[in-house]
């Protein structure tokens, strides 16, 4: 079989119920099809924020639908594999998504377990934590609230939350401006978010490879994975690249749209469903 990565954007995924019936766009039909045929060997994962949980403006406050963890579970009992990638840390990930039987991804991939595994720290992380730890302890997370960001310690990696500041635009500038430089001078990499900056070791892990390594331990040959930001346009490059080399036979990478969504991101994506609705009405007849 031929490798195959779908190129249809802008085929959008709009859910409608009429009668219990799920009307989608031809091209996303088509992969829920190819997926439901070939279950025996395909991987589904999900990112959290944006995706499973609505995006609110303080992270604390988000909850994943009962309905998408019922779907999760059932995902995990039709497919190969299923499973959550997550920029949270993964007691977070693992409180939020309390699905027995699925592969987990924290921490932008510094944290991984497959399905009923512990989470353990990647190999080679462990240095660039230190490093984070050290600017962590020296951050003035006082100057921090005076600018209206607030710090969500994640262990092994920081978010800098600014969504909640009184000017949100400004704070953002004043993040990017002084935080981001002292942080690369003391040897950590940062991303931005939606309305976060994020504080990470300097290390080659990311989403992309977390997912690599889930899927080969699973030894699927199918996957699909929804994402609605820049970390999840990692995983969406790994799976084109395990396309390929042929590791896997078919990835279909899918944005979870939204008015928040980069148009960088989008142009990434294959394929798209409408925001938190979408993904659920996707997970919905995946299991139909």
Not at 153 to 159: C, E, F, I, P, Q
Request: charge should be negative; proline fraction near 6%.
């Amino acid at each position: 079989m031929a490798c195959v990565v779908r190129t249809l954007l802008p085929a959008v995924f709009v859910p409608h119920v009429t009668n219990g019936a799920l009307l989608a766009s031809p091209a996303v039909s088509e992969v829920i099809h190819d997926l439901r045929a070939h279950a025996g060997e395909s991987a589904l994962l999900f990112d959290i924020d944006g995706v499973l949980a609505p995006i609110v403006p303080n992270p604390a406050d988000a909850r994943v639908p009962h309905e998408a963890l019922v779907l999760l579970g059932a995902l995990a009992d039709r497919y190969l594999l299923a499973g959550v990638l997550s920029g949270r840390g993964m007691a977070v990930v693992d409180r939020m998504v309390p699905v027995p039987g699925i592969a987990r991804g924290g921490n932008h991939g510094l944290e991984v377990a497959g399905p009923g595994e512990r989470a353990h720290l990647v190999p080679g992380a462990e240095p660039g934590v230190r490093h984070l730890r050290d600017f962590v302890e020296a951050l003035n997370t006082a100057e921090l609230a005076t600018q209206g960001a607030w710090m969500e310690d994640k262990g092994a990696s920081v978010s800098l939350h600014y969504r909640e500041a009184p000017d949100p635009t400004a704070t953002g500038e004043w993040l990017r401006g002084e935080v981001r430089p002292a942080a690369i001078a003391a040897g950590l990499r940062t991303r931005d978010g939606k309305m976060i900056l994020e504080l990470l070791p300097d290390v080659d892990v990311h989403k992309g490879t977390a997912l690599a390594a889930i899927v080969a331990a699973a030894g699927a040959r199918r996957v699909l994975y929804v994402g609605d930001d820049q970390t999840d346009a990692d995983a969406w490059r790994a799976m084109r690249d395990m396309v390929k080399s042929g590791q896997v036979d078919h990835a279909w990478c899918v944005l979870a749209d939204g008015p928040e969504v980069d148009p960088q991101v989008r142009a990434q994506a294959d394929e798209a469903v409408q925001g938190t609705e979408g993904a659920l009405a996707l997970m919905r007849a995946l299991t139909a």
